[in-house]
Every structure is written in structure tokens, then in C-alpha cells.
């Protein structure tokens, strides 16, 4: 289970980690502003824990855009006011294990309703109501993805560089869609090959990549009909 929190003060953060040190295969990566998180970054994340007085940018434009994503709220207050409709709810400061270990399975809950569930809303933004739009774009990125998928089935021949990028460019694509499990494992298999591995070891997960990427293009050829 990989989490974001994002909490400005120290202390809360500190509080945060003693809470998760008994907890297994738990990862946290702590920021203290919301500010300059990219949509392709987060959605490598299985849940977002968020303090709900967090300063320096806004929670409520935060949260909408990402409601996607399982996201829960701390508050220090004794009296939990929903702010907004976090789909984890809002939690007591400072948190305790047990409440830590109810967020993580409602979470993971959370992301089985939503794992590989193709979601327009993206593009449905992008295009305000205009069909003939919807239906170009949805052509163009359908095209891309799969060009690329085409190349990652000779992964085998291509030089680690080249497969880091042709990896990148992919997940950039299934982003769009928030597929979130298979957006995951492209950003692991990319990190592997950034991070020096070799390419034999992540070519299973490119198997894989383009098996589960091959069920994104028959979705979106449906659509497309």
C-alpha cells in the first residue's frame, strides 16, 4: 500500500509516522503542500491522507479534482465537520493504528471498486458536451496507445533508454483514464529501469503491461463504434 500525507506541521507528521511503524508492506511519502502535485504522479498512489486545515493551497479544489483517488481527512478538531465529501470520511488527530489500519482498508476497498475502470470524466471535461470532439480525441489517444503498445511487444529489442521512454509515454496515456493498477505497474516498471535494473527482470511486467493495455484498447474501440 503506497500513501501521500500531506501535513504542514512537523509534529503531526512525526505522530503519523509512530502510528505506521507496526503496520507491513505500508509506504508513505510526505509533503507539506498539495501545491505542484501532478495528476500522473498521484495516481501512482493507492490513497491520499490529507490534513483538512492544510495551508498554503486549497483543500476543497484539491479534493475535487482527485476525488478519484481514496482520500481521507485528519482533523484536529473534536467535532469532525465534513468540508467536503471525502471518500474515506475525516478522521481524529492524532491518529492511532487501529483508525490508521480502518483508513488503509477502506481505501483499498475503495480502490477495487475503481481499479481498471475506464473513466471519461477527464476527457468529458476537456470537451464540454461536444461529441464530435469527444470522439476525434478519444481516435487520436486510442491511435497512440496503440502504436505504443505495438513497440512494448518488442520490448525484448529495444535498449532500456528507449523502453523508460516508450514506458513514460504509455502511462501518460492510461492516466487519462485513471486506470490506476495499470498505471501503477508501468510507473514500477519504469522506476526499475531508471533506478538501473536489468532489463530482463522487467520484462515480465511489460508482458503484462501490454496484455492488460490490450483490455483498455477493446473498451475504448467499443466507445468508438
Sequence with gaps: MRLIYLEDDLIDQRLFKRACRDIKDLEVTYYTSCKGLKEEYLNSYDGIIIDQYLQDCSIKEFADK???????????????????????????????????????????????????????????????????????????????????????????????????????????????????????????????????ADKSTVLPKVTTITSQTAELLKELKSLLN
Design 66 to 196: 482527485h476525488i478519484h483517488i481514496p482520500m481521507a481527512a485528519l482533523s484536529a478538531s473534536e467535532i469532525l465537520v465534513a468540508e467536503h465529501d471525502y471518500n474515506v470520511g475525516i478522521w481524529q488527530k492524532p491518529i492511532k493504528e487501529d483508525a490508521l489500519k480502518d483508513i488503509i482498508k477502506k481505501m483499498q476497498a475503495a480502490g477495487k471498486e475503481k481499479t481498471n475502470n475506464l473513466s471519461l470524466e477527464y476527457i468529458n471535461e476537456l470537451t464540454q458536451g461536444d461529441e464530435a470532439e469527444k470522439m476525434d480525441l478519444l481516435q487520436s489517444i486510442y491511435k497512440s496507445i496503440h502504436e505504443h503498445n505495438e513497440q512494448l511487444d518488442k520490448a525484448g529489442s529495444l535498449s532500456n533508454a528507449d523502453l523508460q521512454q516508450l514506458l513514460h509515454k504509455q502511462k501518460s496515456k492510461v492516466g487519462i483514464f485513471y486506470l490506476e493498477e495499470l498505471h501503477q505497474l508501468i510507473d514500477h516498471a519504469e522506476n526499475d529501469l531508471k533506478n538501473g
